[in-house]
C-alpha cells in the first residue's frame, strides 16, 4: 500500500520530501548532513498534501458511484 501511495504522491505532484513525512518514513529522500540539519515537519506542506489526497479519494469514491454516509464512518477509539 504505501508503494502505491508514494507513486500516487507523484502523480498529484507532491514532493518526497513531503511525501515521506505524511507516510512518516524515518530515513527518505533527505538523507546525510542534510537530514541532520534538515528539521522542518513541512507542516504546510503536508496538510496541502492530505487535502490534495483527499480530492484524489473522493474522486475515486464519486466515480464507483459510492455515496458515503454517516453509517460509513467508523469511529476510532484511543
Same mark, same amino acid.
Given at each position: 500500500?504505501?508503494? #502505491?501511495?508514494?507513486?500516487?504522491?507523484?502523480?498529484?505532484?507532491?514532493?518526497?520530501?513531503?511525501?515521506?513525512?505524511?507516510?512518516?518514513?524515518?530515513?527518505?529522500?533527505?538523507?546525510?548532513?542534510? @537530514?541532520?540539519?534538515?528539521?522542518? /515537519?513541512?507542516? #504546510? /506542506?503536508?496538510? /496541502? @498534501?492530505?487535502?490534495?489526497? @483527499?480530492?484524489?479519494?473522493?474522486?475515486?469514491?464519486?466515480?464507483?458511484?459510492?455515496?458515503?454516509?454517516?453509517?460509513?464512518?467508523?469511529?476510532?477509539? #484511543?
Amino acid at each position: 500500500m504505501l508503494e #502505491r501511495a508514494e507513486y500516487k504522491a507523484e502523480g498529484l505532484k507532491i514532493g518526497p520530501h513531503v511525501a515521506d513525512r505524511v507516510l512518516n518514513h524515518i530515513e527518505g529522500t533527505i538523507s546525510g548532513v542534510g @537530514a541532520v540539519y534538515q528539521r522542518s /515537519e513541512f507542516l #504546510r /506542506e503536508c496538510a /496541502e @498534501a492530505l487535502d490534495g489526497w @483527499a480530492v484524489y479519494v473522493l474522486n475515486v469514491v464519486n466515480g464507483m458511484g459510492f455515496k458515503p454516509t454517516a453509517e460509513h464512518v467508523v469511529r476510532l477509539q #484511543r
